[in-house]
Each structure stands twice: as structure tokens, then as C-alpha cells.
């Protein structure tokens, strides 16, 4: 299945729209939004109607309440997490307790920045994000939330160490499944489609499961 991700909307109509229109262009199968759209109906309407697939933001969780009745009980039942196969799609970081939904971090206990960390920024989530995926046996994790487009990659080289790197090119990669003893891991962050902070292009990503490439778009 070939996926189009994209994330941080934060109102924004255009970006919206430029993405739908280069997934269909790029006959993506199915759309997966990271979370963060805002409070603009018609931003949650047309998610609804082109059948995405939703997990949760803080903007949800911090603007549910207001959501016209319409929209909220749709919103309030977006997961913190989805997983398909070996990928993890979620907002900020796949290390997220499952039992956290949108109308429940109130009485959760969980500290803002524990919930959603910027990987970028924080070496310890980063961490805690691949030993998440060990822990579900995935090989990617596909994040929102920090507004970069950028993978962290956790891999074995040509003579047998592992290495951490981070990178935005090649825009066209795939991920290797490394040594089975010692999997290859990656960390996707898919850019922002709204209020990018890495320049003026709007971003979000392809994913073909079947393939494993990963294509960083940049419209």
C-alpha cells in the first residue's frame, strides 16, 4: 500500500489541498493525518471525507472541548498511535501510552513535553523512541509535530556497527532491513503541511509498505 502522511495543518486550507492533489497525482492508496489540524471545520470535514486515517495532537487534546458537536466525537475517538505492519504512525513520538486518548490526558498524569517531545531536539526521546520500536518490533516510525522534515536513522554499517545519523537527503530513500539480529531503525519526521519551520515549501511524505521507500516531498 502506498501511503501520503502529513501533519501540523494548523488551519491551513492550501496546504490541505496541495497535498490531497499531489497524493492523488502520486496515487497514494491511503491518507494518514499526524495530528495538530487546528480548529477549522472544513479542515476536519475533508479528512473525513477523503476516509484518512487520524492520531491525535496536542491541539487536539488542547482544543477538543471547543470542536463544533459535529466534529468532536470523531476527534475525541482519534488514536494516540496506529500501527500497520512495521510502521508507526503517530504526532509526536511512538513512545506514547497506549490508554491515552484525547478527552483522558487531563487526568493521565503525564508531563506536556513526556507526551510530546520534539525528536529533533531531544536526544532522550529520540532514544526512547527506537527502543520503542523495538519493543513493537517495528522498523519506522512516522512523526509530526516538530515541523522539520527529517530521519533519524538507527543502522548498521558496511562493517558491522551500529551508527546513529540524521539527515533531509536523499529526498528518495528506502529502509533497509539491516541485520536480523540487529534491525535497522528510522524515525520520519514528515514535516509540517501547514507552518513548515525548515523554509517556505509545504511537506509531508510517501511511504510505499511493499517497497519500503520513503519519499520526502516538498511542495
Known amino acids: 500500500m502506498r501511503y501520503a502522511i502529513f501533519s501540523d495543518l494548523h488551519d491551513n486550507q492550501t496546504g490541505l489541498r496541495a497535498v490531497l492533489a499531489d ?3 502520486e496515487q497514494a492508496d491511503q491518507l494518514i493525518y499526524l ?9 476536519f470535514q475533508a479528512l473525513q471525507a477523503h476516509n484518512s486515517l487520524c492520531v491525535f495532537g496536542n491541539w487536539e487534546v488542547n482544543g477538543w472541548q471547543r470542536l463544533p458537536a459535529q466534529i468532536a466525537p470523531w476527534v475525541g475517538t482519534w488514536p494516540a498511535t496506529i500501527q500497520h505492519g512495521a510502521a508507526i ?28 517531545p520534539r525528536l529533533n531536539r531531544n ?8 527502543a520503542a520500536l523495538e519493543a513493537a518490533d517495528a522498523r519506522v516510525a512516522f512523526h509530526g509535530h516538530t515541523h522539520v522534515q527529517e530521519v533519524h536513522a538507527w543502522t ?42 525548515d523554509g517556505p515549501q509545504l511537506r509531508y511524505v510517501l511511504y510505499d509498505d511493499e517497497t519500503q521507500q520513503v519519499s520526502l516531498r516538498r511542495l
Open 156 to 197: 548498521t554499517n558496511t562493517v558491522g556497527h551500529r551508527h546513529f545519523q540524521a539527515f533531509r537527503e536523499p529526498a528518495e530513500f528506502v529502509l533497509e532491513a539491516g541485520d536480523p539480529t540487529a534491525p535497522n531503525r528510522y524515525l520520519v519526521g514528515v514535516g509540517s503541511a501547514g507552518t513548515p519551520d
Open 89 to 116: 504512525f503517530c504526532h509526536a513520538t511512538p513512545d506514547i501510552p497506549a490508554n491515552i486518548s484525547v478527552s483522558s490526558y487531563m487526568t493521565a498524569g503525564i508531563g506536556w513535553n513526556t507526551l510530546f
Open 123 to 130: 536526544e532522550a526521546a529520540r532514544w526512547n523512541a527506537f
Open 23 to 25: 497524493a492523488k497525482r
Open 35 to 43: 495530528g495538530d489540524a487546528g480548529q477549522d471545520p472544513h479542515i
